[in-house]
C-alpha cells in the first residue's frame, strides 16, 4: 500500500458510526477536505457488534434529545441515503421486578413525557394481556414505547460512508493512526502507519480505543472498553410479532425479534475491562436461563451464534461531546456506554456544526468533558 505526506482541513480517527456520520455531516456542511483514517475496514469495531436497538427510553433528558434527533435521521434514512435500514419501530418494553427500580421508571417517565415521548405505563395484568408469552410472576410493572425499535447498524454506517466518499471524503481504511503531533498545545497532525497527516482539527472517534487516541494527544479520556456478548437463535416463529425489545432491568437481560429469530444479551456486572472478544458458553447458558426464566418459551429456540462486541464506558455512563477546552483542534466524540449507534447521526450533526464554530442546537454540558470535574452532575441510569 502507498505510504504519503498529506494535509487536510479535518482528520476523523475511527470508521463507526460516529466517525462516518461524522464525516458526511461536515462534507454535507460545504467541509472541505476531510480524511477518516481506520485501522481496520468500516463499521468492524463496536458499530458492526451492536444489535441496533434504538429508544427514547433513557433516564438523561440529554439523551432523549439526542435519540429524538436521530430518530428524524433514521426515519428519512431511505430518502436520504438512497438504503433500505432495516429500521423496525417494533417498541421497547422495560420490566421493573424490584420497588426501587420501579421508582427510578416512574422519574423517568415524568422526564420523557415532558420532552413528548408517547411512553405507556403498564401492570402485571396489562403486561402479560399484551405479551401473553412473557412471565411476569415477579414483574412489579413496566413501560413501553411504540416509537422505538431497531435498525442494521452495518447498513446505517455504510449508507453514511456511501454518501461521504460521494461527497469528497477520503476514507482510508487498514490505516492505524500511532501518534498525535501536538505544537503549543495545540494539535498539528496525525502519524499512521502509512504515513502523515498535517491538519489543525482532530476528531477522536475511536470508539472503545477512545482513551488510547486520546493519550497520544496527552489528554486523559475516563473511557474503559468492556465486553459484552449476543446470542441469535435459530428461526423462532412461536411468539406472535412484531417481538419487541424487551428489557428486564434488574437482571440486566434483554432480547429481541430479529428476522428470522430472536436477539438476546445480558451485562454480566463481574465482566472486567479488557478488549478480548471471546464468547463463553458458560456464560451463555446463563443468559438462556435468563431468557427463559423471562418467556418460557424461549426454551424451543435453539442458539444459532453469539459474539462479543465492546461497550466503551464513562463513569456517569454518559458521552464525551466536544472539544477538549486545553488542547485546541482536538475534538471528542466518544464514551457511548453502549448505546452509542442509536446516537449517531444526532453526534454527525452535532460535531460538523462544533467543528464549523456554530453553536450546538442542545446543551451539551452533560458531556462535557470538564463535567467529571465537578460532582453531582448525574449520569444516565437506563443502561443495560
Ligand atoms: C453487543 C453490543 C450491543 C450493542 N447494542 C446497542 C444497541 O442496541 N443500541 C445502541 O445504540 N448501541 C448499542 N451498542 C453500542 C454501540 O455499538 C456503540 O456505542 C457504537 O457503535 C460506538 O460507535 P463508535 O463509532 O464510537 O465506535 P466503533 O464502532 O468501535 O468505531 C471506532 C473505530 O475506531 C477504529 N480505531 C481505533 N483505534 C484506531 C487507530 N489507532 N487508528 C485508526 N482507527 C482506529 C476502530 O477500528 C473502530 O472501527 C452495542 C454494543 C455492543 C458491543
Known sequence: MASWKGTAEVVIIGGGIMGIATAYYLAERGIQDIILLERDLLAQGSTGLSVGGIRHQFSHPANIRLSQQSVRVFEGFREEFGVDIGYHKAGYLFLAGKEETWRDFLASVETQRRLGVPVEVLDQTEISGRWPYLNVSDVRGGTFCAEDGYADPYLVAMGFAH??????????????????????????????????????????????????????????????????????????????????????????????????????????????????????????????????????????????????????????????????????????????????????????????????????????????????????????????
Open 163 to 384: 454518501s461521504a466518499r460521494r461527497l469528497g471524503v477520503r476514507v482510508e481504511e487498514l490505516t492505524r493512526v500511532t501518534a498525535i503531533q501536538v505544537h503549543n498545545d495545540r494539535v498539528g497532525g496525525v502519524v499512521t502507519t502509512r504515513g502523515d497527516v498535517q491538519t489543525p482539527i482532530i476528531i477522536n472517534a475511536a470508539g472503545p480505543w477512545a482513551a488510547e487516541i486520546g493519550r497520544m494527544a496527552a489528554v486523559e479520556l475516563p473511557v474503559l472498553p468492556y465486553r459484552r456478548q449476543a446470542f441469535m437463535t435459530q428461526s423462532f416463529d412461536l411468539f406472535p410479532k412484531p417481538v419487541p425489545m424487551v428489557i428486564d432491568q434488574d437482571a440486566a437481560f434483554y432480547f429481541r425479534g430479529a428476522d428470522p429469530g430472536l436477539i438476546m444479551g445480558m451485562s454480566d456486572p463481574n465482566e472486567p475491562s479488557g478488549f478480548h472478544l471471546q464468547t463463553d458458553r458458560e456464560f451463555m447458558e446463563r443468559v438462556v436461563e435468563a431468557a427463559v426464566h423471562r418467556a418460557p418459551g424461549i426454551e424451543n429456540a435453539r442458539i444459532l451464534r453469539g459474539w462479543a462486541g465492546l461497550y466503551e464506558v464513562t463513569p456517569d455512563d454518559n458521552p464525551i461531546i466536544g472539544p477538549i477546552p486545553f488542547r485546541p483542534g482536538f475534538f471528542c466524540a466518544v464514551g457511548f456506554s453502549g448505546h452509542g449507534f442509536q446516537h449517531g447521526p444526532a453526534v454527525g450533526q452535532i460535531m460538523s456544526r462544533l467543528v464549523a464554530g456554530e453553536p450546538p442546537e442542545l446543551d451539551l454540558e452533560p458531556f462535557s468533558y470538564v463535567r467529571f470535574s465537578r460532582s453531582g452532575a448525574g449520569g444516565e441510569r437506563r443502561v443495560v
